[in-house]
């Protein structure tokens, strides 16, 4: 069992940025593939980005150039660096570690945390 803890959420203007943070358990977590999706209300919910655990990168093409995911692997943690917030971003952002040991993979989602753009 992964637990994941968001942290970092919060209103902030269109133009701003936020950081999101996310901690996870375990001892294995520099080979977790790690990841940030959202959900708006009414919308289904949707990849931001992910990090491997070599720290290769992907984007969703809506935050591409605004968003940047990063890892710490001493201190567990994944980040989400925003800047340019839009009205659009608005949405709760959920972790994901993908965890690959023991197999099969399972994935593990963190309890979200509340970005709001609004001016």
């Known amino acids: 069992q992964v637990r994941l803890v968001e942290s970092g959420g919060g209103v902030v203007q269109p133009g701003g940025s936020l950081r999101l943070s996310c901690t996870a358990s375990?001892?294995?977590?520099?080979?977790?593939?790690m990841g940030w999706y959202r959900q708006a209300p009414g919308k289904q919910r949707e990849l931001v980005a992910t990090i491997t655990r070599g720290g290769s990168t992907n984007y969703a093409d809506s935050v591409k150039g605004r968003f940047t995911i990063s890892r710490d692997n001493a201190k567990n943690t994944v980040y989400l660096q925003m800047n340019s917030l839009k009205p659009e971003d608005t949405a709760v952002y959920y972790c994901n570690a993908n965890v690959p040991i023991p197999p099969p993979a399972r994935d593990y989602w963190g309890q979200g945390t509340q970005v709001t753009v609004s001016s």
């Open positions: 375990g001892s294995l977590f520099s080979t977790y593939r």
